[in-house]
């Protein structure tokens, strides 16, 4: 009997807390979500957040990917891996993000101006600067000493905030910015345990294509995938099915609920939430329709975020589990925070945790 292939769909901290009584996902209008969840074979919870760890993206992808050490390099050494960068032996890292930029996302016009400014201005304090996403960089520095470097952490943020509250970015947008340096780190060398050949993935994410390159996925790329609230949804849609085609497990990560979370925007949430509906569920859902092929369906976030602290938080989620060829069974009537588990899913094994990646991988 032929065996099924999976598609996973991860809504980067798409659960969030309710304002005035919904939260984006309950607010948003889904006509195609709608769609697939009468079709869905039910919903189950996950514990992507082991016992003792703090909720982040890091730590939920590990449990996603089937990663059986909880250990790492440090986050700005993996991201820069997953950028494909190599920094010298002896080089130190920060992570810098850039907070107060205003309510509404960058534009891809500023978040260039953003990088360029920062750059430039950073290149004179012999930093090399790397873009994570449109607020958020890696600094890297050739220096003789490490305490000396973290020490210095205060006054380079200073330094780049007068920079930033002078820009015209911070004019025209009415803020005043603020420098976040954090994780400091040596640059290390990296171990790959590459488990998973026939896995695939397709995100702009740095940290996750770290984690996937570690676990020997291959990772399909697209310079429309940009891990913003402008990235090509139907372009990802696209890139994974036809990944489909050569791998048995795809895993499809779209990054910006996270960051309008984190940047408190709830209707920008909610818009976007709406958009992945048009652009990325309602195509998927006509190739169901059309195509009919043998293929398990998981939509689920890797944790919460929430937009009224800017805040990751719920280190258990809900997948929705759909099979194709799709029938309407009507078992679940919704999918949100509220959602109760239901309905009997045999695929569904403990594995570190988290229920049903034993039958994935």
Known sequence: MKKAKQLIIILDGAFDEKINGKTPLMRAKTPYLDALIKASSGV??????????????????M????????????RPNLELLGMGIKAKQGDFL?????????????????????????????????FTLYRVNETAFILVKTASNFE??????ENLAEKINVMLRKSSLSERRNCQPNARLWLASRVETMTTEKQYPNCALISATPIVKALAICQ???????NSFTGDSHTNLSGKLEKSL??????????????????LAHACNYNGKT????????????????????????????????????????????PEVKALYVQSPLKELNIVSSYNEDT??????????????????????
């Open 44 to 61: 189950f919870c996950l514990k992507t957040i082991m016992p003792n760890e703090e909720i982040n993206s890091l730590n939920a992808h």
């Open 63 to 74: 449990t996603l990917f089937n990663f059986q050490k909880r250990t790492t390099p440090s």
């Open 94 to 126: 920060w992570r810098l993000n850039i907070d107060n930029l205003g309510e509404k996302a960058l534009n891809p016009d500023e978040s260039e101006h953003l990088k360029k400014e920062l750059k430039v201005f950073l290149k004179k304090l012999d």
């Open 148 to 153: 000396k470097f973290v020490a210095d952490k």
């Open 216 to 222: 020997g996925f291959t990772l399909y790329q697209d």
């Open 242 to 259: 036809h990944a489909l085609n050569q791998y048995d497990t795809v895993f499809c990560h779209i990054e910006a609920t996270d960051l």
């Open 271 to 314: 818009e976007f939430i709406e958009r992945f509906d048009t652009e990325f569920l309602t195509p998927l859902y006509q190739y169901l329709e059309r195509e009919k092929p043998l293929l398990e369906i998981f939509l689920l976030p890797d944790h919460g975020t929430s937009c009224i602290t800017g805040k990751h938080f719920c």
């Open 340 to 361: 109760k588990e239901i309905g009997e899913i045999n695929i569904i094994k403990y594995n570190n945790g988290i229920k049903y990646l034993n039958h994935l991988f």
